[in-house]
């Protein structure tokens, strides 16, 4: 079975680093782009940008300058989303998601992970 | 940035309805559009690529269209399983989300 198995629930004070994970199984790890959804409670997805297991590109969202970064382990087949000091407004679910298998840069995803919930608040 | 508004924001129907929900851009994308359902504590769920694409396992009374700025997501037949919330995805140029319709039970 094709799947993204995330890290579990986060709660953590402003100031603080953090990083999820997410790993994938039942597929070529390395070949094909994942990519980091947030949904802030209530609200609609927001798309923070991808990366390319197979050699760590990547794209961030143009709304998310500077704020996370992401990074891959190959041989664990596992993307991780870090942050190095959180504020309250990161407060939100955030996704990792299995970009299509195609030749573009920027396409839907086909398989999300569960989620993991993160809590920033002092 | 491009922009996706969708509509409208909230639908009540009843089970056995034909439904429409619309997406529409702030710039042309051409088919470069997905649509996903999202039930309540879940992840979304791929429903709709390429703008009238169907994801494989994905029942046929689901159905997109359009190109350009403006698009649909049609539902024939509405079923119980189906309440829940429709996103609109771009991913013409990075990818940006609609703010959601969801659609309640009348």
């Known amino acids: 079975e094709v799947q993204l198995v995330q890290s579990g629930a986060e709660v953590k004070k402003p100031g603080e680093s953090l990083k999820i994970s997410c790993k994938g199984s039942?597929?070529?790890?390395?070949?094909?782009?994942i990519g980091w959804v947030r949904q802030m409670p209530g609200k609609g997805p927001e798309w923070m940008g991808i990366?390319?297991?197979?050699?760590?590109?990547?794209r961030y969202s143009p709304s998310f300058p500077g704020q996370v970064t992401f990074s891959v382990d190959r041989s664990i087949s596992t993307a991780y989303l870090q942050w190095s000091s959180l504020k309250a407004s990161d407060t939100a679910i955030y996704y990792c998601?299995?970009?299509?298998?195609?030749?573009?840069?920027?396409?839907?995803?086909?398989?999300w992970g569960q989620g993991t919930m993160v809590t920033v608040s002092s | 940035d491009i922009q996706m508004t969708q509509s409208p924001s909230t639908l009540s129907a009843y089970v056995g309805d034909r439904v429409t929900i619309t997406c529409r851009a702030s710039q042309s994308i051409s088919t470069r559009l997905a649509w996903y359902q999202q039930k309540p504590g879940k992840a979304p769920d791929l429903l709709i690529y390429e703008a009238s694409s169907l994801e494989s396992g994905v029942p046929s009374r689901f159905s997109g269209s359009g190109s350009g700025t403006e698009f649909t997501l049609t539902i024939t037949s509405l079923q119980p399983d189906d309440f829940a919330i429709f996103y609109c995805?771009?991913?013409?140029?990075?990818?940006?989300f609609g703010q959601g319709t969801k659609v309640e039970i009348k």
């Open positions: 998601a299995r970009r299509r298998y195609t030749i573009n840069w920027f396409d839907a995803f086909d398989i």
């Open positions: 039942g597929y070529s790890f390395t070949t094909y782009w």
């Open positions: 995805q771009q991913y013409k140029s990075f990818s940006t």
């Open positions: 990366i390319y297991p197979g050699d760590s590109e990547t």
